[in-house]
């Protein structure tokens, strides 16, 4: 597999090394909560590394980096067709990775060398898991040169295995896979997190991948970790849209920011991550066109994964700012205006009462109230009529949001609820 062509030499250094211009506040990136791998680490400590190891992995890395013909072989790691880089590795391979050993030296050695190493060796070790863990280390490295020659070995590593999934094992690897598994409802599977057996569609790895640092590297001043963020993710995404869904959208307000105020590069890596998660048909967009044009397309582009009106379930739906939302709104007042206060009883012979609309508007069908229904109280708080819906539902939505909202009702004679979470 060649080197991918879409990994910048020296990693946009050149062309991003000038801060934002500050002007506007910033906007955070959506996960403020700090830990040993958030953007950056103080190294400080004097740790010794693995001599047997670290000697074959300093002459490894001297044979790759005076070499152009690298390539990554299948299992998403860089080799170079040489004896002496061949002899190493099988040494390396005999004298095993310790991932956490390496981590340690990562998270804590003043020797930059050594946390460079570090980072060339981890790719090496048995487990695709422990790699994972490993990647999620590198935002947090402080020297941008070291993270800058791990980003694209990590994606040349995560092409490899992040797609990869259980029903594309042998049979036999699936029998020893599922041998090796604490039994669902055991102590030990709980404990775990497994709730059940695997199915076909379920990914092997990305457990272990945490992508937050990578997001937090938009709360620096660099162009140059804003660019670096950007590309890995649009990479990450390109592979799996599916972890653009579970940890992106906190920091899309920071990204539609940096779409408009980065630098010609981070524009062009902004739009490049936000064409990753948007449709087939989702339109281009240049960096050179204006404010409006380029905060519109933010939100068109990233409309399909993240939708303003969103249905997690029959009884649980979000709804996010949006032209939708204010139609909903509207919809929602000029229905309350009329509607009739109903009394009756429900299939099993109890009485209730509360307000129902003449009719569902096609504005009002997200909401998932079925024609017919009794509104019988909101939050708990019980319905009389409209007006006094209205003065309810205006009360418990006022600033600040989010809110949530336990809309109950009573359809064909039965009692159901469902909540709407207004953010």
Request: include cysteine.
């Given at each position: 597999?060649p080197?991918?062509?879409?990994?910048?030499?020296?990693?946009?250094?050149?062309?991003?090394?000038?801060p934002?211009?500050?002007?506007?506040?910033?906007?955070?990136c959506?996960?403020?909560?700090?830990?040993?791998?958030?953007?950056?680490?103080?190294?400080?400590?004097?740790?010794?590394p693995?001599?047997?190891?670290?000697?074959?992995?300093?002459?490894?890395r001297?044979?790759?980096?005076?070499?152009?013909?690298k390539?990554f072989?299948?299992?998403g790691?860089?080799?170079?067709d040489?004896?002496?880089w061949?002899?190493?590795?099988?040494?390396?391979?005999?004298?095993?990775?310790?991932a956490?050993?390496?981590?340690?030296?990562i998270?804590?050695?003043k020797?930059?060398?050594d946390?460079?190493?570090?980072f060339?060796?981890?790719?090496?070790?048995r487990?695709?898991?422990?790699v994972?863990?490993?990647?999620?280390?590198?935002?947090?490295?402080?020297?941008?040169?070291?993270?800058?020659r791990?980003?694209?070995?990590?994606?040349?590593f995560l092409?490899?295995?992040?797609?990869?999934?259980?029903?594309?094992?042998?049979d036999?690897?699936?029998k020893?896979?599922?041998?090796s598994?604490?039994?669902p409802?055991?102590p030990?599977a709980?404990?775990?997190?497994?709730?059940?057996?695997?199915?076909?569609?379920?990914?092997?790895?990305?457990?272990?991948?945490?992508?937050?640092?990578?997001?937090?590297l938009?709360?620096q001043?660099?162009?140059?970790?804003?660019?670096q963020?950007?590309?890995?993710?649009?990479?990450?995404?390109?592979?799996?849209?599916?972890l653009?869904a579970?940890?992106?959208e906190?920091?899309?307000p920071?990204?539609?920011?940096l779409?408009?105020t980065?630098?010609?590069?981070?524009?062009?890596?902004?739009?490049g991550?936000?064409?990753?998660?948007?449709?087939?048909?989702?339109r281009?967009?240049s960096?050179?066109?204006?404010?409006?044009t380029?905060?519109?397309?933010?939100?068109?582009?990233?409309r399909?994964?993240?939708?303003?009106?969103?249905k997690?379930?029959?009884g649980?739906?979000?709804?996010?700012?949006?032209?939708?939302?204010?139609?909903?709104?509207?919809?929602?007042?000029q229905?309350?205006?009329?509607?009739?206060?109903?009394?009756a009883?429900?299939?099993?012979?109890t009485?209730?009462?509360?307000?129902?609309?003449?009719?569902?508007?096609?504005?009002?069908q997200?909401?998932?109230?079925p024609?017919g229904?009794v509104?019988?109280?909101?939050n708990?708080?019980?319905?009389?009529?409209?007006?006094a819906?209205?003065?309810?539902?205006?009360?418990?939505?006022?600033?600040?949001?989010p809110?949530?909202l336990?809309?109950?009702?009573?359809a064909?004679?039965?009692?159901?609820?469902?909540?709407?979470?207004?953010?």
């Amino acid at each position: 597999m060649p080197v991918p062509r879409s990994a910048p030499p020296l990693f946009l250094a050149l062309l991003c090394a000038l801060p934002l211009a500050a002007q506007e506040p910033k906007i955070p990136c959506g996960y403020p909560n700090r830990d040993i791998l958030t953007p950056f680490r103080v190294c400080a400590e004097v740790y010794a590394p693995p001599d047997a190891v670290y000697e074959q992995l300093r002459l490894m890395r001297t044979l790759a980096d005076r070499t152009a013909d690298k390539v990554f072989d299948k299992r998403g790691r860089e080799t170079v067709d040489h004896e002496a880089w061949r002899a190493a590795l099988g040494k390396v391979e005999s004298l095993g990775i310790d991932a956490g050993y390496l981590a340690a030296i990562i998270r804590t050695s003043k020797n930059g060398d050594d946390r460079d190493l570090a980072f060339y060796g981890m790719f090496f070790a048995r487990s695709v898991d422990d790699v994972m863990n490993l990647i999620s280390h590198i935002p947090g490295e402080p020297d941008v040169r070291i993270r800058e020659r791990a980003f694209p070995r990590a994606i040349a590593f995560l092409r490899a295995h992040l797609g990869q999934k259980f029903g594309g094992l042998t049979d036999d690897q699936k029998k020893a896979m599922v041998a090796s598994m604490p039994q669902p409802g055991s102590p030990a599977a709980k404990s775990a997190g497994i709730s059940r057996l695997p199915r076909d569609d379920d990914h092997l790895f990305g457990d272990q991948l945490r992508l937050a640092p990578f997001l937090q590297l938009l709360d620096q001043d660099s162009a140059t970790d804003h660019a670096q963020a950007l590309w890995f993710l649009k990479e990450c995404f390109l592979i799996r849209k599916d972890l653009a869904a579970l940890w992106l959208e906190p920091a899309l307000p920071r990204i539609r920011q940096l779409l408009v105020t980065g630098g010609r590069r981070v524009q062009e890596e902004a739009i490049g991550m936000l064409r990753a998660i948007g449709s087939k048909d989702l339109r281009g967009v240049s960096p050179v066109q204006d404010r409006a044009t380029l905060e519109a397309w933010a939100i068109e582009a990233s409309r399909e994964l993240f939708p303003p009106i969103r249905k997690f379930s029959e009884g649980l739906l979000a709804l996010y700012p949006s032209p939708e939302r204010d139609r909903i709104v509207a919809a929602g007042k000029q229905a309350l205006a009329g509607g009739e206060v109903v009394r009756a009883q429900r299939k099993d012979d109890t009485w209730y009462s509360g307000w129902r609309a003449a009719r569902i508007d096609d504005e009002l069908q997200p909401l998932g109230l079925p024609a017919g229904a009794v509104i019988t109280a909101v939050n708990g708080a019980p319905v009389k009529d409209g007006p006094a819906l209205l003065s309810l539902l205006e009360r418990h939505l006022a600033p600040p949001l989010p809110k949530k909202l336990l809309v109950e009702f009573v359809a064909d004679g039965e009692s159901k609820a469902i909540e709407y979470r207004v953010h």
